[in-house]
C-alpha cells in the first residue's frame, strides 16, 4: 500500500481469451475520494471495478483493498464488509420488501438478530430517502426507488468503500437524478466511491478525480476542470466531444 491509499492498483493485467482488456493499469484511491472511470463501452472501466471490488481476479499485477491484498488467493475473502457494491441490474429479490432486500444479507452472511437488522436495515432506507417504502415490494416501486433499494442494500454492511457500475444506465432518464443525488449525497458524507458512468453531469460535479479508460489503459486522469475544460489527449478530446453532443 502507498502514500495512505485505500485501494491501490499496480501493473494490473486482465485478458478474457485471447483479448487483453487491462495493461498494466496502476491507480490509487484515497479515503474519501469521489474518483469516477470513464470511457466508451469496452474500454476496461468495468473491469477495473470489478477487480477493485474482489469480484473479478487480475492475471497479474497487485491490488490492495483496505491493505487487503487481493491478490492473494488466500486473503481475498477478508475483503467481504469492507466494500459495497451496486449494478446496473437492481438484483432485488422479488417476494421480498425493501426492507426485506436490505436485511437478508445482515440476517443470513452476517448472523444479525432480526430486530438488530430490521433498526440497521431502516437506517441504510432512510439514507437513501425510503424509510417510507419499507413495505413496499419490488413490483410496486420505481426504477429509481429499486436502485435506492440497492444502495441501501450495500451501505446496510457498512462498507468503507462503495463501487458504483453503470448504477443509473438501467433507468429512465427522468429517473437517474434521484439515484445521483443519493450517490452525491454519499460523496459529501465523505464515503470513499468508485463510480464508472456515463452521466457526465455527475462526473464533472460530484467527481474529485476522472480516469479517461482507453482501449485497457488510463489515457488520461485528473480533476473534473482538467478533464471536461482541458482535456490534453486526442482521444479524450474525440471521446467528450461524441459524448457531450448528446
Known amino acids: ?39 466508451a463501452s469496452g474500454s476496461g472501466k468495468s473491469t477495473v471495478l470489478r477487480i477493485m471490488s474482489g469480484l473479478e481476479i487480475a492475471d497479474g499485477g497487485e491490488v490492495w483493498v483496505n491493505e487487503v491484498p487481493l491478490h492473494d488467493a488466500k486473503r481475498a475473502k477478508e475483503i467481504r464488509g469492507h466494500v459495497g457494491m ?22 443470513k452472511a452476517r448472523k444479525m438478530s432480526v430486530s438488530e437488522a430490521n433498526r440497521r436495515g ?12 419499507a413495505g413496499h415490494y419490488p413490483s410496486q416501486l420505481s426504477g429509481g426507488q429499486q436502485q435506492r433499494v440497492a444502495i441501501a442494500r450495500a451501505l446496510a454492511v457498512e ?25 452525491r449525497g454519499l460523496a459529501r458524507e465523505g464515503m470513499t466511491m468508485v463510480v464508472v458512468t456515463h452521466e457526465m453531469g455527475f462526473a464533472r460535479k460530484t467527481a474529485d478525480r476522472v ?9 488520461e486522469q485528473g480533476s473534473p476542470e482538467q478533464i471536461f475544460v482541458n482535456p490534453q489527449n486526442p482521444r479524450t478530446q474525440q471521446f467528450l466531444s461524441r459524448v457531450l453532443e448528446h
Request: glycine share 8%; charged share 20%; net charge negative.
Open 1 to 39: 500500500m502507498t502514500n495512505n491509499a485505500v485501494i491501490t492498483l499496480n501493473g494490473i493485467t486482465k485478458s478474457f481469451g485471447s483479448t487483453q482488456v487491462l495493461k498494466a493499469i496502476s491507480l490509487d484511491v484515497k479515503p474519501g475520494e469521489v474518483l469516477v472511470l470513464i470511457g
Open 86 to 107: 451496486v449494478f446496473q441490474q437492481f438484483n432485488l429479490f422479488p417476494h421480498k420488501t425493501a426492507l426485506g432486500n436490505v436485511t437478508l444479507a445482515l440476517i
Open 122 to 133: 431502516m437506517e441504510a432506507l432512510e439514507r437513501v430517502g425510503l424509510a417510507d417504502r
Open 159 to 183: 462498507p468503507k468503500i462503495m463501487f458504483f457500475d453503470e448504477a443509473t444506465s438501467a433507468l429512465d432518464p427522468e429517473l437517474v437524478g434521484e439515484v445521483t443525488e443519493v450517490m
Open 211 to 219: 480516469v479517461f479508460m482507453d482501449k485497457g489503459v488510463i489515457a
